[in-house]
């Protein structure tokens, strides 16, 4: 019996531009989609959500915890990440 294969998950131009001015990388976004919460969103979206350990600066500020949560929109065969928020406490 095979197992049914993770759906593959696209990041949109916005999104990877949100990554990198907002500190996630991809396996962060893929990590929160595959293993964190989810939540609904605007306009038939779904938000995810999962806390990675931090311990480090950011913005010349300490933070033990980032939460990375993508913004995603399901299509037949994939999903698209739309955008990508980043918080740190």
Same mark, same amino acid.
Do not use: C
């Given at each position: 019996? *095979? ?14 531009? %949100? ?7 991809? =396996?962060? &976004? ?10 609904? =969103?605007? *306009? *038939? ?5 999962? *806390?990675? %350990?931090? @311990? ?15 913004? &995603?929109?399901?299509?037949? @065969?994939?999903?698209?990440? &739309?955008? &990508? ?5």
């Amino acid at each position: 019996m *095979n197992e049914p294969q993770p759906p593959l998950i696209i990041f949109s131009r916005h999104a990877q531009t %949100q990554m990198q001015e907002r500190g996630a990388d991809e =396996a962060e &976004v893929i990590a929160a989609i595959r293993s964190g919460t989810i939540e609904p =969103a605007r *306009n *038939n979206r779904m938000l995810y959500r999962k *806390n990675f %350990q931090f @311990d480090g600066l950011w913005r010349g500020r300490s933070y033990r915890i980032k939460q990375v949560a993508p913004v &995603v929109v399901a299509e037949a @065969d994939r999903l698209v990440v &739309v955008t &990508v928020y980043v918080f740190y406490y």
